[in-house]
């Protein structure tokens, strides 16, 4: 077998190494393709024919790929100010949702909802998992289409896309499953939950810098293993087995959302719920990666939407890390403690001996173990509320901190030995949740008439 370097232009993210690996191991001769992003550049072995930079061209034209046996000059982007106005306009909303008390969508823990969870997979389809795995996607419908034809009717066109998410599915319910158990048979301490917390957002940091353009890291990289991926796409015709297949491994091409649902189900310690924490997650992915398959457009195949989609999401993806990292740690409320040289402010744990006049007096306690306890209060409207935690372990996590939204809305922190105080006048009839500063529910109070 002879082997030739092609370096390449247009290469953005690791769906273009994927995609670019099938299209060329689909050309007669063509045994061995390992596409590089960080190098620019794919290494291919061939039979008798090598193939021509003009026909590699033509095959890959409609990608934005360009081929050529000597590397291509850098060029300068001079057009970075559109994506940090995106990407800043984005966080500004999220701001603004947070402060309306509605980030516990985004903001999740082994703790949320599974609604969260589902709402999470949605923000990851439409950003990281898209960036990867999207090019994935555009391959097998366009592959499929090459063997088909596009004159089927709607089942035929949208097959591969059903079994390549039905795939997806399968292999998220199982790897929940398997998480889950092992968080089960492993009890997880609160330092233990710390260092896996960081760990996840160091996968997650490292993954967005990739999608920045920062190529230093472009060499960490979690790619399908080459030799699997040539015995997928070795038949030029596909069956209905390879998007089942695809779909199936792709837990294999983690994006930092899937790192961080993968830390969560393992962190919840029950192999049920970690799988519904999988499921519902994967869930949320198929909608976005669906619609980029049934459409077909050229949106990811677009070099310059594209890369600028792809920097737009890893910007906000290195904000969600340090967003996240503080919440889970507390690093502002640690910083304000320490260094407010004396001028600390009330923060709810200064009322202890001054109650208001005939307040409605509601105690718990927490503990490590059972959380807030008891977890369930009815109070009177337009009468004040003293609500007071004795607080006898310290609080971890997202955990760290409670608060009472619409009722109590600046976050307490869980301290060892404090007797934690909010004080305050029910105005609306209805049931309050009382949160952590994420939103993860741990108890309720009820204001009546």
Known sequence: MAKQVYYIKGMHCASCEILIEKE????????????????????????????????????????GYLFSEQAFEEEKNTKIWKVLVGAFTAIAVFLIITKLGLSSFINVSSESSLSAFFVFGLIAGVSSCAALIGGLVLSLS???????????????????????????????????????????????SPTITSILVLLVSGVMLVLALQMVGIKAFNRFRVTLPKNLFSRLVKNKKSNVTEPFVIGFLTFLLPC????????????????????????????????????????????????????KFLKVAGILIIFFVVYNINFQFGIDRFISDNWNFGNKANNGQLNIETPIANAQVIKAVYTEASDIQPNAFEVKVNQPVRFEVSVK???????STIMIPGLWRQPLTLRKGQTLVMEFTPKRVGTYQIACAMGVPRGTLKVTN
């Not at 063997?147 to 066109?157: H, I, Q, T």
């Open 24 to 63: 060329l191991l689909l050309i007669p001769g063509v045994t061995f393709a390992d596409a590089s992003l960080a190098r620019g550049l794919v290494n291919i072995e061939y039979g008798k024919q090598k193939p021509s930079i003009k026909n590699l061209n033509e095959k890959l034209k409609d990608n």
């Open 393 to 399: 372990d310290d609080g971890y996590g997202c955990m």
């Open 256 to 307: 930092g959302f899937t790192v961080a649902a993968e830390g969560f189900a393992i962190l919840s310690g029950s192999p049920l719920r970690g799988l519904l924490i999988m499921l519902l997650f994967a869930l949320g992915t198929m909608i976005p990666l669906l619609i980029i398959g049934f459409s077909s457009t050229k949106f990811l195949s677009n070099q310059n939407l594209s890369e």
């Open 142 to 188: 366009k592959q499929w289409v090459e063997d088909y034809g596009n004159n089927g009717g709607l089942v035929e066109k949208i097959k591969p896309h059903l079994l390549f998410n039905f795939g997806r599915l399968i292999s998220f319910f199982l790897l929940g499953l398997l998480l889950g158990f092992l968080g089960e048979k492993f009890k997880i």
